[in-house]
Nanobody, 123 residues
Framework: QVQLVESGGGLVQAGGSLRLSCAASGSILSINAMGWYRQAPGKQRELVAVFTSGGSTNYASSVKGRFTISRDNAKNTVYLQMSSLKPEDTAVYYC?????????????????WGQGTQVTVSS
């Protein structure tokens, strides 16, 4: 019913920048929260940056001042501008949409994940 399609990952040198995009498509009525998580090898998935249901933003302390999340509500799309990248930012980055209402079951809320996009930062 709903798909999250990510793009923009890749290989970059330390200090460089990348921009990730995530577009949600399908029979969407509304999305409460949307943002980015990441998972490095051998580690748990962690929050990177999200828009909350109230419209505010939350960032992991490790990325504050370096990453910026933005969105285009009309396109159900979120972006993650990553600057001053460090080798420890290397991970698979996942897009997340939470509290998603769809046309077929408008009373229910769902959570969706993208397929993930690899970000590798070389030292």
């Amino acid at each position: 019913q709903v798909q999250l399609v990510e793009s923009g990952g890749g290989l970059v040198q330390a200090g460089g920048s990348l921009r990730l995009s995530c577009a949600a498509s399908g029979s969407i009525l509304s999305i409460n929260a949307m943002g980015w998580y990441r998972q490095a090898p051998g580690k748990q998935r962690e929050l990177v940056a999200v828009f909350t249901s109230g419209g505010s933003t939350n960032y992991a302390s490790s990325v504050k001042g370096r990453f910026t999340i933005s969105r285009d509500n009309a396109k159900n799309t979120v972006y993650l501008q990553m600057s001053s990248l460090k080798p420890e930012d290397t991970a698979v980055y996942y897009c997340n949409a939470d509290g998603v209402a769809v046309t077929t079951t408008p009373w229910a809320k769902y959570r969706y994940w993208g397929q993930g996009t690899q970000v590798t930062v070389s030292s």
